[in-house]
């Protein structure tokens, strides 16, 4: 058993070959396949990638001219002058060049005296002191909204103010918008703010709808006896038309833009409904605020807007694009 196991290690020592480390000098065994090709390629051996490293490494140690503490660095970052940090450096920079002397003079909100460099416009100490001279109060803040909308001749946004005075109207006020409001502004409305909050109410003929304004439409419908049915949703999309009416032909939407102009993402969606009318051939009726209010005047509007469909009604059947019986008033 022993004389088999010698055979086995000399074996397998003879695919190992001994070698000096280029660096320490150390000897050591490296297989004949990577010796052959270090001996190839002119390479040299190391014992361990630590003594690779340091053979290869090219940085050069140097003194530092301040402190004189020894550091390491390569050829290409040495310079005619070599300092160990930028501390060391600017010691030696200031002693050498008496113009960058750095001046004495107070801070305007604690009173401390700092040194301040010719570079510069420094007034305080420190953050904090900054911070604490800008501070506002909420009287200043709303004469600052009202003198820049009055400059810019509409509502300002809140980007549009710097130097903290958005954060400490949020502080006094709880948001920026209830700023603008006690300013006496009318705020703008968010691009991301949900446009209004939905306040169901039941027609006539038992339509839900989501607002008074929508419940006076409807019932005109009802009452003029216009065939429609509530929340249709438009082709291939899911927004939905507050009615399509009964009509021969192509079909017809109606929608309530109570909004417009109030909200960029309730704008973005009129244009949106818009261009799907278009494409998909739809007529569309659209009612504004201005044509229902004041409501002595709602009736004439109607019919203006639906003098079409008030002349020749379909009953449903044949050729109808909504075929069902005219609604009963809910009871």
Not at 111 to 128: E, L, Q
Not at 166 to 190: E, H, I, Q, T, Y
Not at 252 to 277: H, M, Q, W
Request: glycine share 4%; with cysteine.
């Amino acid at each position: 058993m022993l004389i088999i196991k010698s055979k086995i290690v000399n074996k397998n020592m003879s695919k190992f070959v001994k070698v000096h480390c280029k660096n320490c000098n150390k000897t050591f065994f490296k297989d004949t396949g990577h010796y052959k090709e270090n001996k190839k390629l002119n390479h040299n051996s190391y014992c361990s990638r630590k003594c690779e490293s340091e053979y290869k490494t090219k940085r050069k140690t140097l003194k530092c001219e301040n402190c004189g503490k020894k550091f390491k660095r390569t050829p290409h970052s040495i310079s005619p002058h070599n300092f160990c940090s930028q501390s060391c450096a600017a010691i030696i920079n200031n002693k050498k060049r008496p113009e960058r002397n750095a001046k004495k003079i107070k801070c305007r909100n604690c009173g401390k005296t700092f040194k301040r460099w010719v570079v510069g416009n420094k007034k305080y100490c420190s953050m904090d002191c900054f911070n604490k001279a800008r501070l506002y109060n909420p009287e200043e803040l709303l004469e600052i909204i009202k003198n820049t909308a009055k400059k810019l001749k509409r509502v300002p946004a809140r980007r549009e103010f710097f130097g903290g005075i958005d954060k400490a109207c949020v502080r006094f006020f709880g948001s920026w918008n209830k700023a603008v409001s006690a300013a006496g502004l009318v705020p703008n409305r968010s691009h991301d703010d949900r446009m209004y909050k939905r306040m169901n109410a039941k027609a006539i003929d038992g339509h839900f709808c989501d607002s008074i304004s929508e419940v006076l439409i409807d019932n005109w419908l009802y009452k003029n006896k216009v065939l429609h049915e509530k929340d249709v949703y438009y082709p291939e999309t899911n927004h939905k038309a507050d009615w399509e009416i009964a009509s021969k032909g192509n079909k017809t939407f109606i929608e309530y833009f109570g909004l417009a102009n109030d909200s960029p993402r309730y704008d973005r969606s009129i244009k949106e409904k818009e261009v799907l009318c278009k494409k998909q051939n739809i007529s569309l009726i659209a009612i504004y605020p201005k044509d229902l209010y004041p409501k002595i005047f709602l009736d004439n509007n109607l019919k203006n807007k639906f003098k079409d469909y008030l002349s020749v009604q379909c009953q449903g059947g044949e050729n109808c694009t909504l075929d069902f019986r005219f609604p009963k008033a809910a009871s």
